[in-house]
């Protein structure tokens, strides 16, 4: 007996709406809202205190009447985007399915034809009957015809799936104009959104919000139990806030910073449009100098990877966890990540240090290698954070005397202090946002960023970071690492051997020690991991000490991140390793004398 083969199953279309077009327009929708705010908000603020009589009572009873216009124009929004947020949802859920029916199908329609090749190999053979073309054993044939009629079942269901989303997301809009009918003429369908917030309103949440603001594990606990349209409601409410409560987690910190950099664009162009100059986008005040190079900057980048994918979760792969662009003078602040944090099994948080501004985005290009790095060890989900939310010593222009000032801060510990306090905390809000067990965490400083990182080290909560990694560090504040980390973590130290900076911190043969102690003696304590030495040359110096992702290093910071065993090579002795004035002269006689001294320490130092 035999039974027809089933032909190849066609190709199951591709969804027409892509999750990151849903993103976009969610983000497009906060933007507006945030807009609608701060328009809310001068509105509210436009009393007139000195006028009276009817001039006064016009004036009141204009601004109420816009006022409440207004609302009823935020609280459409805010249906707009909660819709918009849960079709972003059901896209990505939906384009998952695709993916899984897809390869079924390829895989089905593999098995179909080996299936008809193995056939006719056996009707051809010497002493069979002529083949009957498409015709195979009854038993594989029956097999594949069930599967195919699974798999277009399946299809068919999915296809309905489909169809109910979008069904969905149209009457979610058409309610929109339910909710701003319902304003104007007070039906209960008009309150709609007012019940979604619980009691108390808005209000109420914001208190809430502001009393947990400095305790980033109770916020955490408290944000799980709000409602979407609890969050999305305080999100759009105030996005520069949200965006930056460590605690918070890390998908609602990226739509909140996604809102003010959409709404600080959109107010940029407006002001472009006018003629503006130096106008701040959200209120009129000075937009401080180098915000808005911050702002293009983080646009830009988050722009290059629109379509990006995390291959584990499927979601958008980078995520924007901290958006300040006015602080630290202007020079701005940014918490950018790779793969989601609060969702990966390995975590690695990257602090640059000297002369690194939000402004272009300083080492996200060592994030994007050192993801790379971690996923190819192949051991789980990971994700990479650039975290340059402290005031780094830097100088655009050595003829400008403020940006000199901020460059000699280099030589002090005062940037690293408080930029390790602000940094502890967002490690913290890390760990207490993480979503599922907790993940293995690990922080790495280089340059001045691992003197910031050791200060990080003693303000964190015990166990919130497992590896502490300190990368061509010219100081950190202990002498020990166990006094850094305690016994709740472990502390690997980076130093190539003809890296100057390294050799800047007290140690027993010296040492300018202005940022504190030599991480990489073997007094210390840390687990020294193999990097590249670099170059004994003059001209080979400062590439030495930016050397650490690539090669030797990044494959030392690849498996701490992972949590695999690293090979260590002996701390340094007094006696036994290159002084500076040694390094400085060693290099000199190597190159021509000549070279090192014609170039400045902040050079060394990036």
Not at 234 to 260: K, S, T
Not at 366 to 382: K, N
Not at 433 to 443: E, I, K, Q, R, V
Not at 513 to 523: K, R, Y
């Amino acid at each position: 007996m035999t039974t027809d083969l089933p032909p190849p199953v066609a190709p199951v279309p591709e969804p027409a709406t892509t999750p990151e077009a849903a993103a976009v327009l969610a983000t497009t929708l906060r933007g507006v809202a945030v807009g609608v705010q701060d328009v809310r908000g001068a509105v509210a603020s436009a009393v007139a205190p000195s006028w009276t009589g009817r001039t006064a009572a016009a004036h009141e009873g204009a601004r109420r009447r816009l006022l409440a216009r207004i609302e009823t124009a935020g609280a459409a929004l805010l249906r707009a985007v909660l819709a918009t947020d849960a079709l972003e949802d059901r896209v990505r859920r939906l384009r998952r399915e695709w993916e899984t029916l897809e390869e079924r199908r390829l895989a089905l329609n593999d098995d179909i034809v080996a299936a008809l090749d193995a056939a006719r190999t056996a009707l051809a053979a010497p002493g069979c009957l002529p083949p009957a073309v498409g015709l195979a054993p009854a038993p594989d044939g029956a097999a594949l015809a069930a599967r195919v009629r699974l798999l277009l079942a399946d299809v068919d269901s999915w296809r309905g799936r489909c169809a109910e989303s979008e069904a969905a997301y149209l009457a979610a809009l058409a309610a929109v104009d339910t909710v701003l009918e319902g304003a104007r003429t007070d039906d209960p369908a008009g309150r709609r959104v007012a019940d979604l917030l619980g009691g108390g309103g808005l209000a109420a949440l914001r208190t809430a919000l502001r009393l947990r603001a400095d305790d980033p594990f109770g916020l955490a606990c408290w944000w799980r139990s709000l409602g979407r349209a609890q969050r999305q409601a305080l999100l759009i409410d105030d996005p520069a806030r949200v965006g930056n409560l460590a605690g918070i987690r890390v998908r609602d910190r990226d739509e909140a910073n996604r809102a003010a950099l959409a709404a600080d664009l959109a107010a940029g162009r407006a002001d472009g449009a006018h003629g503006a100059d130096g106008a701040d986008w959200a209120d009129g005040a000075d937009w401080v100098d180098g915000a808005a190079d911050t702002a293009a900057a983080v646009a830009e980048l988050l722009d290059s990877y629109g379509d990006a994918v995390d291959p584990v979760t499927g979601d958008q792969l980078v995520h924007l966890i901290v958006y300040r662009p006015e602080a630290h003078s202007g020079d701005g602040g940014v918490a950018i990540a790779v793969g989601d944090p609060d969702r990966a099994e390995d975590v690695a948080v990257y602090v640059p240090g000297t002369t690194s501004e939000a402004a272009d985005v300083s080492g996200f290009d060592r994030v994007e290698a050192l993801y790379e790095a971690m996923a190819d060890a192949g051991r789980g989900s990971v994700a990479t954070v650039l975290w340059l939310d402290y005031d780094a010593p830097s100088a655009d222009r050595l003829t400008d005397v403020d940006e000199l000032v901020d460059l000699a801060h280099v030589a002090t510990t005062a940037a690293a202090r408080a930029g390790g306090r602000d940094l502890a905390e967002f490690l913290d809000g890390l760990a207490a946002s993480d979503a599922g067990a907790p993940a293995h965490l690990t922080a790495i400083g280089h340059s001045y960023g691992a003197t910031a990182l050791g200060y990080a080290g003693l303000g964190a909560a015990p166990g919130t970071v497992e590896d502490y990694v300190l990368l061509g560090s010219p100081g950190e504040p202990v002498a020990r690492a166990e006094d850094l980390a305690g016994q709740d973590a472990e502390v690997h130290v980076g130093a190539a051997d003809h890296d100057p900076v390294t050799l800047l911190g007290r140690h027993r043969g010296g040492g300018l020690g202005t940022l504190g102690h030599d991480p990489a003696q073997e007094s210390f304590g840390g687990h020294r991991f193999a990097v590249d030495p670099g170059p004994l040359r003059a001209g080979d110096l400062v590439a030495n000490h930016s050397s650490y992702f690539s090669g030797a290093g990044l494959a030392g910071l690849a498996a701490i991140a992972t949590g695999q065993r690293v090979a260590e090579v002996p701390g340094r002795r007094a006696g036994e390793f290159l002084t500076l004035s040694e390094l400085l002269a060693a290099a000199s006689v190597s190159s021509g004398a000549g070279w090192l001294w014609g170039h400045t320490l902040p050079g060394m130092l990036r």
